[in-house]
C-alpha cells in the first residue's frame, strides 16, 4: 500500500554540524510535502513545506530537497544546534482531491551532541 | 493571534467512561484535523472538519468515537467508553484553507485511560 516511510530511526550529530534526514514516500500522486519538528511533551511544529513542482526550497538554517524521479524528499539543517534536537516528521498528500489529507511517516530522532 | 488551543492538555478517564477533547482552531481557520499519537510512533489521521461538516472521517473507529465541530464553539472528539487502547496522545491541526496550506498544531491531550 502506500506509505510514507523514513530510512533510519535515529541520527546523532556534532552540535555545529550539518544534519540530513531523509524519506520516502510511495505514493507518486503526492503533490504536497511538510517537515514537522516534535519535541517532548509538545505538538508538531511546521519547518518547511514543498510542493511537487519544485525542487529545492530553502528557510532559516533549513533546506528541503524533492526527488520526484526516486520519490525522495529529504531535510537538511545546517550548523545543527542543541535545540534542534527532537523528532522530525515528514508528511505528504496526494493530489486526489482538495480535501485530501495530511500522512504522515513514522518520524526520525534527531540527537545532538554537544 | 493565539495558536491551536486544546484542552485539556492531560485527561486521566477509567475505563467505560467518557472522554471529551477540545480544540479551538487559529483564529480564521475553518478547517480541523484529529490526529492520534502512540508512543514512539507517527501522526495517525483519524478525522478532517470544516464549519459544521465532516470531510473525511476515514481513520475514525466506527463505534464509540465522534466528532464535531459546530458553528459556535471549539471542535470536539468525544470517546465513549473508553478502554485501554484509547490511551495516547490526540492532536488538533487547523488551517486556513484546507490540506494543502500550513497546518498548525496544538499542544496536544493526553489520554490516559486506567
Known sequence: GESVGLHLPTLSVQ????????????????DYFIWYKQESGKGPQFIIDIRSNMDKRQGQRVTVLLNKTVKHLSLQ????????SAVY?????PHTGANSKLT??????LSVRP | NAGVMQNPRHLVRRRGQEARLRCSPMKGHSHVYWYRQLPEEGLKFMVYLQKENIIDESGMPKERFSAEFPKEGPSILRIQQVVR???AAYF??????GARTEAFFGQGTRLTVV
Do not use: V
Open chain 2, 85 to 87: 487502547g484509547d490511551s
Open chain 2, 92 to 97: 488538533c491541526a487547523s488551517s486556513p484553507q
Open chain 1, 77 to 84: 539543517i545546517a550548523a545543527t544546534q542543541p535545540g534542534d
Open chain 1, 104 to 109: 504522515f511517516g513514522k518520524g526520525i530522532t
Open chain 1, 89 to 93: 516528521f515528514c508528511a505528504e498528500i
Open chain 1, 15 to 30: 552540535e555545529g554540524d550539518n544534519s540530513i534526514i531523509n524519506c520516502a514516500y510511495s505514493n507518486s500522486a503526492s
